[in-house]
């Protein structure tokens, strides 16, 4: 019979046990460091990863500058084409008032020769013409009566067809200015987000963020940047403009004449040359003719980042003057600085 004896249990090596220990050691070790990581403070950020952030903010918020602007341009339009509905409404209802006086007069006169009881009833009928027919008294009317009828009929057709219009054009006013109202939120929230960044820096941080940002050729109306051509005629003239409202502060949806978000000074330059151009960058980058990067001329507006929301004008050598940012003011910079997009010739 075969004997049952219970397994001798292997007993590890010194080799082993060495190995074993070395295991343990470098995951208890292991455990440590993890455990450190995960309960250590969170570095802090630096400058550089500072004003990347908030130069983000200050794009972000340049987007919703023109969803604003384009907002605010729709409910002007809006409000305006409704107010043109309802004073036609007004106009028609005039109208059909008084030829339903002209209507109640007849009947009046066919009560006292006919003794028509059904007067009333005529003055306040919704359908005037049915009701007369129905009850005979359309053949009782002269021919001057029921041309008065048919002409308050026709009254009352077009001012209930304007009343719709009207109506459809309250709401679609109501729409817009409730748009308009979250649009300008986002601005003030990506502005408020970028100032609370801002905020959370002490003396010491704001100086080397200061030291880190670009130097324009020129944020002031001085004498410090002169621009001699070779733009002419109507672009010369936009350049001109543009450049006399250097040192003048950005400002979200402002379109002058002490203030300018980026596509507000651009409209307002080239107004200033007599020519009509969009009020957003989005609008803006379909006037005119599209030229490349390479091919730019002084006068030609130029737009940065994938989003086509910053625009400004060339004046040559590589420079546009713009309107950046909040807490920017106009000046004269690099087209370096950004991401090119776009170009357009307005003249």
């Given at each position: 019979?075969?004997?049952?004896?219970?397994?001798?249990?292997?007993?590890?090596?010194?080799?082993?046990?060495?190995?074993?220990?070395?295991?343990?050691?470098?995951?208890?070790?292991?455990?440590?460091?993890?455990?450190?990581?995960?309960?250590?403070?969170p570095a802090k950020p630096t400058i550089s990863q500072v004003k990347?952030?908030?130069?983000?903010?200050?794009?972000?918020?340049?987007?919703?500058?023109?969803?604003?602007?384009?907002?605010?341009?729709?409910?002007?339009?809006?409000?305006?084409?409704?107010?043109?509905?309802?004073?036609?409404?007004?106009?028609?209802?005039?109208?059909?008032?008084?030829?339903?006086?002209?209507?109640?007069?007849?009947?009046?006169?066919?009560?006292?020769?006919?003794?028509?009881?059904?007067?009333?009833?005529?003055?306040?009928?919704?359908?005037?013409?049915?009701?007369?027919?129905?009850?005979h008294m359309l053949d009782r009317l002269t021919?001057?009566?029921?041309?008065?009828?048919?002409?308050?009929?026709?009254?009352?057709?077009?001012?209930?067809?304007?009343?719709?219009?009207?109506?459809?054009?309250?709401?679609?006013?109501?729409?817009?200015?409730?748009?308009?109202?979250?649009?300008?939120?986002?601005?003030?929230?990506?502005?408020?987000?970028?100032?609370?960044?801002?905020?959370?820096?002490?003396?010491?941080?704001?100086?080397?963020?200061?030291?880190?940002?670009?130097?324009?050729?020129?944020?002031?109306?001085?004498?410090?940047?002169?621009?001699?051509?070779?733009?002419?005629?109507?672009?010369?003239?936009?350049?001109?403009?543009?450049?006399?409202?250097?040192?003048?502060?950005?400002?979200?949806?402002?379109?002058?004449?002490?203030?300018?978000?980026?596509?507000?000074?651009?409209?307002?330059?080239?107004?200033?040359?007599?020519?009509?151009?969009?009020?957003?960058?989005?609008?803006?980058?379909?006037?005119?003719?599209?030229?490349?990067?390479?091919?730019?001329?002084?006068?030609?507006?130029?737009?940065?980042?994938?989003?086509?929301?910053?625009?400004?004008?060339?004046?040559?050598?590589?420079?546009?003057?713009?309107?950046?940012?909040?807490?920017?003011?106009?000046?004269?910079?690099?087209?370096?600085?950004?991401?090119?997009?776009?170009?357009?010739?307005?003249?």
């Open positions: 019979m075969a004997s049952h004896r219970k397994p001798r249990p292997r007993m590890l090596t010194s080799a082993g046990s060495r190995a074993a220990v070395g295991i343990t050691s470098a995951a208890l070790a292991s455990f440590t460091l993890m455990s450190e990581t995960a309960n250590a403070a990347k952030e908030i130069d983000t903010l200050n794009q972000q918020a340049e987007v919703a500058t023109q969803q604003y602007d384009q907002a605010k341009e729709k409910t002007a339009t809006q409000r305006t084409a409704t107010n043109q509905l309802l004073a036609q409404v007004a106009t028609k209802t005039q109208k059909m008032n008084d030829s339903r006086r002209v209507l109640g007069e007849f009947a009046e006169q066919q009560y006292r020769d006919g003794g028509i009881d059904q007067t009333t009833q005529l003055l306040f009928s919704d359908d005037p013409e049915g009701f007369l027919s129905q009850s021919g001057t009566a029921q041309a008065a009828l048919k002409n308050f009929t026709q009254q009352q057709q077009e001012a209930s067809l304007q009343r719709a219009k009207a109506s459809e054009s309250l709401k679609e006013l109501t729409d817009a200015q409730s748009k308009l109202a979250t649009q300008k939120k986002n601005v003030q929230a990506k502005l408020a987000a970028a100032q609370k960044v801002l905020n959370g820096l002490n003396a010491a941080q704001r100086a080397k963020l200061a030291a880190m940002q670009p130097k324009a050729a020129s944020t002031s109306g001085s004498s410090t940047y002169t621009y001699n051509g070779p733009a002419s005629g109507r672009a010369a003239a936009a350049i001109a403009f543009a450049l006399d409202q250097r040192g003048k502060p950005y400002l979200s949806g402002a379109t002058g004449p002490n203030a300018y978000d980026c596509s507000g000074l651009t409209q307002a330059a080239y107004r200033a040359a007599g020519i009509s151009i969009g009020r957003t960058t989005w609008d803006q980058v379909k006037d005119g003719t599209a030229v490349s990067e390479a091919d730019l001329r002084p006068g030609d507006l130029v737009f940065f980042y994938s989003g086509i929301s910053h625009v400004g004008i060339y004046l040559g050598n590589g420079e546009v003057v713009h309107s950046p940012h909040t807490g920017a003011t106009v000046e004269v910079a690099p087209m370096s600085w950004m991401p090119f997009a776009a170009a357009r010739r307005i003249a």
